[in-house]
């Protein structure tokens, strides 16, 4: 009852509470007796596109008929030739991380999990790291040291760039944009300028591809300032493209 109210009035539960204080002890200690949610891998990707609803659905059914099963086959996921295993405090992150997986994947696919210490887990599974909360709003990476059979954690939030960070950045070159336009010096400050958006969307476009999504703090301020910042970079660049060509 009182952890449900917790729960209520913090927007965390228990296990969030503990890994939202960074004391990587405390959340090994508490890890020893708090079980975790391990998704199961799907049996098949559909292409929702390709089918009849009554042909998704009955697929869909079938595959959770599997799934429920006692085989257990653990969903690892393979980034940058790291081997990372999600695991779950609830089923409302787990849910976030099934959505989040058929956006990026483009298909529907049924979930199924198991409930286990994550120190008997590891033990059995060949993985690098454990993604704790993986795609919800605060998530944890936890590093497994299997000689030492230890826990090393980073935490990274997530950040809807979509809504959350991007007005500031894009207003800001909009206004910089204009102004350099009506400038009259024969469109110079316009050219560094434009040179600056570009190179500020194209790093952008390549954190973007490179994070998926878990942007670090550092991230923010860059995606706050970065066009700012590569302002001076842009200047120094468009004189030495002016020199070259004789201007």
């Known amino acids: 009852m009182l952890a449900t109210i917790l729960e209520k009035l913090t927007g965390k539960d228990d296990l969030e509470r503990v ?15 708090r079980p975790l949610l391990f998704p199961k891998k799907p049996r098949r990707f559909l292409d929702a596109a390709t089918l009849t609803q009554e042909q998704l659905l009955e697929m869909i059914k079938q595959d959770s008929k599997e799934l429920g099963s006692d085989q257990i086959e653990l969903w690892i996921l393979d980034v940058d030739g790291k081997k990372r295993l999600p ?3 609830s089923r ?4 976030a991380f099934s959505s989040r997986m058929s956006q990026d994947l483009n298909k529907v ?12 887990v590891v033990k059995q599974a060949d993985v690098d ?3 704790l909360n993986l795609f919800s709003k605060k998530s944890w990476e936890l590093g497994v040291k299997k000689q030492t059979w230890r826990l090393t954690m980073r935490s990274s939030e997530q950040t809807d760039t979509g809504k959350v960070g991007m007005m500031f950045p894009i207003m800001q070159q ?21 040179y600056a958006s570009l190179a500020y969307w194209v790093v952008f ?6 994070r998926r999504g878990r942007l670090t703090r550092t991230d923010k301020i860059l995606i ?19 020199h070259w060509r004789g201007y």
């Open 224 to 242: 706050r300032w970065g066009f700012l910042m590569l302002f001076p970079v842009s200047a120094a660049v468009t004189g030495l493209i002016w």
């Open 205 to 210: 476009g390549m954190m973007m591809a490179r």
């Open 92 to 95: 409302k992150n787990m849910e």
């Open 174 to 194: 909009l206004v910089v944009l204009t102004m350099a336009a009506i400038n009259l010096d024969g469109g110079q400050i316009f050219q560094i300028t434009g």
């Open 87 to 89: 695991a779950f405090s």
């Open 129 to 131: 790291f454990v993604d």
């Open 19 to 33: 890994a939202y204080k960074e004391d990587i002890g405390l959340l090994a200690d508490y890890l020893k007796t």
């Open 109 to 120: 696919f049924s979930l199924g999990c198991f409930e286990m210490l994550l120190a008997d």
